[in-house]
């Protein structure tokens, strides 16, 4: 079946860091892949995604790369900042099926001063 | 409205009580999810509503589990006979369509305790 396996957490690291989630995911066909970020006291919110492989998702200084021969999308930024405390969860979609989402098991990342 | 709207925000219940969540999505969405996010257990899709078409239930944990979703708007998720395991935040996301074309929206979840 379909699943995402993400790094546990927590991360803690120091402002200007630079931070690497991992996340791998097993699925038949070519699924679409994203990166969701939850605020504390606040919803899911999309940060990235990238529909095939090679392709680079990208917001917010927030970088993932398909890689179909790793199975991975990790997530990446360069210099961490203190409001970027939150629970990342990568997730994957497949266009064959309803859209839903399977998600991983969100990875909480913690940014001191 | 602006966003998705889920009520309540918090709910404490005894076990074996009923309950009910209700999500109002964003207006001209048509596509709605109810995900269930467990401590430690990241988020699992419970049921999938699109336009008139029959809801997609694969998600549902058990017989307990029910959702509606009327005049293709504001739906309902109800618990029956909830019990210590059925406590999480139950979060209702719309969209569009499709999550890679349009992309969801979240609300921000009811927390359900079950004492």
């Known amino acids: 079946g379909n699943s995402v396996t993400q790094m546990e957490g927590p991360v803690t690291l120091s402002e200007e860091a630079f931070l690497t989630i991992n996340c791998t995911y097993t699925?038949?066909?070519?699924?679409?892949l994203f990166w969701y970020v939850q605020y504390p006291g606040e919803g899911l919110q999309l940060l990235l995604k990238?529909?095939?492989?090679?392709d680079k998702g990208s917001n917010k200084g927030f970088e993932a790369t398909y890689r179909k021969e790793t199975t991975s999308f990790h997530l990446e930024k360069g210099s961490v900042q203190v409001s970027d405390s939150a629970v990342y969860f990568c997730?994957?979609?497949?266009?064959?099926?309803?859209?839903?989402?399977?998600f991983g098991q969100g990875t909480t990342l913690q940014v001191k001063p | 409205g602006a966003g998705v709207s889920q009520s309540p925000s918090n709910k404490v219940t005894e076990k074996g009580k009923d309950v009910e969540l209700r999500c109002d999505p964003i207006?001209?969405?048509?596509?709605l999810y109810w995900y269930r996010q467990s401590l430690g257990q990241g988020l699992e899709f419970l049921i999938y509503f699109q336009g008139n078409s029959a809801p997609d239930k694969s998600g549902l944990p058990s017989d307990r589990f029910s959702a509606e979703r009327t005049g293709g708007s504001v739906s309902t998720l109800t618990i029956q006979r909830t019990q210590q395991e059925d406590s999480a935040v139950y979060l209702c996301?719309?969209?569009?369509?499709?999550?890679?074309?349009?992309?969801?929206?979240f609300g921000s979840g009811t927390r359900l305790t079950v004492v």
């Open positions: 699925a038949t066909g070519y699924p679409s």
């Open positions: 207006s001209g969405h048509t596509a």
């Open positions: 990238a529909t095939k492989a090679d």
């Open positions: 996301a719309s969209s569009l369509g499709r999550e890679q074309v349009y992309g969801y929206t």
């Open positions: 997730a994957l979609t497949r266009t064959s099926n309803t859209g839903k989402l399977i």
